[in-house]
């Protein structure tokens, strides 16, 4: 007669754990997203204080008391509140916290806290940095930017956009189609508006655009060169103050770069031996050259007018021979194999819904608006070292 074998159960408590932890974790993840804008508070304060630089000063690694130096030497009970944010910032990988003892010879034990690759990002350009060959790649403008009360103030306004149905009035009589973007609604004119009406907006707008061009166009004359070969002549079209141009023609001395913008931002530019600047309305015409340039612009605008631009770029090019080709350094989502990067293009995709009306666009609604510009073929390539990548369309 066969013997039977019972079959371990499990403890209850096993089962119960494993649900709590779950529970934990669901909590955890919720708080994450509800105080996600304490993140970018807490970075635009050190930013701001200047805490990179201060760590960077100390060869990148500073005790608290350095980081503190950035702040009123007098007593304060504000002080303390520092090593917080410190700590968080820590906790989060823009620096990374090291507990020192008494026994390591250090004058004081307590916490050392270091540059990481994400904070040596923020490290902002002076002399001195310069001279340490600190400071490349600084993208520190554009969080200060990204991180203002303007663009803060617009994301709340996200619930009540979308509820907003088309040929309403909102309570001060203004047509409800007329706020196009959560952006209008909450300051009542479009972004390049209020940049153009807010002096001290405007000027944050300017730095961030120059510290995001320096940043990517260090990394593609460096990378892509060969994007540039044979070319002698490249517009860049919606330029702003020239900073990708010139970074071209400097590592490039045989292509002779142009900028194309608006009217008001080209009489605001001064005299410059290396770069020409062109007034005028991309929409309408772009000079002719070799290479037309649309550096981050395009995410800016919706597909139709993306097609209208393209078109234009197309009639641009096509006056060489051989035909030149446009190149496009923008977001293609979807396309990266980490999920940071990916989480980091669907948040500048969900900044383009609240400020403009662009958006970040997949390989395939890229290769659809190309075709409807009349283009045949593009190459894509990853830029490594950032979010982006190098699109090159040929007519």
Not at 275 to 303: C, Q, R, Y
Not at 342 to 355: G, R
Request: aromatic residues 6%.
């Amino acid at each position: 007669m066969a013997q039977s074998k019972s079959v371990p159960v499990p403890p209850t408590s096993t089962t119960t754990t494993t649900g709590a932890e779950l529970l934990q974790q669901a909590e955890a993840e919720l708080w994450c997203h509800n105080f996600g804008y304490l993140k970018s508070m807490a970075l635009r304060c050190a930013i701001k204080l200047g805490i990179p630089n201060a760590i960077h000063r100390r060869g990148g690694a500073a005790s608290l008391s350095h980081c503190r130096s950035c702040m009123p030497p007098s007593p304060s009970p504000k002080r303390p509140c520092l090593s917080r944010i410190i700590t968080f910032l820590a906790a989060t990988g823009i620096f990374r916290e090291e507990e020192i003892s008494a026994d390591d010879g250090e004058a004081a034990a307590g916490p050392r806290y270091h540059l990481t690759a994400a904070s040596r990002l923020l490290i902002v350009v002076d002399d001195d940095d310069d001279a340490r060959g600190g400071g490349r790649g600084c993208v520190a403008q554009l969080f200060i930017l990204c991180s203002s009360p303007s663009y803060f103030t617009a994301s709340q306004h996200l619930p009540e956009w979308l509820q907003q149905e088309d040929g309403t009035t909102d309570d001060d009589g203004a047509p409800a189609a007329a706020r196009t973007t959560p952006f209008t609604m909450a300051h009542g004119a479009g972004f390049y508006d209020v940049v153009r009406r807010d002096a001290a907006f405007g000027v944050v707008f300017d730095e961030a655009m120059g510290s995001d061009s320096r940043f990517v166009a260090d990394i593609v004359v460096r990378e892509c060169g060969e994007v540039f070969a044979g070319l002698t002549s490249l517009v860049d079209v919606g330029g702003n103050n020239g900073t990708t141009a010139r970074a071209i023609a400097k590592a490039f001395p045989h292509v002779r770069c142009s900028v194309l913008e608006l009217p008001r931002v080209v009489d605001a530019m001064p005299a410059d031996a290396t770069v020409e600047f062109v007034a005028g309305d991309m929409m309408k015409f772009i000079p002719p050259a070799d290479a037309v340039l649309l550096k981050f612009t395009l995410h800016n605008w919706s597909d139709e007018d993306c097609v209208q631009i393209l078109k234009r770029s197309k009639e641009a090019i096509s006056t060489r021979e051989p035909k030149g080709k446009v190149i496009i350094i923008d977001i293609v989502s979807g396309s990266p194999s980490n999920k940071r990067t990916l989480e980091a293009q669907l948040l500048m995709d969900l900044c383009m819904m609240v400020v403009l009306e662009g958006k970040e666009r997949t390989e395939e609604t890229w290769h659809k608006i190309f075709l409807d510009a009349g283009f045949t073929r593009y190459k894509v390539t990853p830029i490594l070292g950032t979010t982006r990548s190098l699109i090159e369309v040929y007519p």
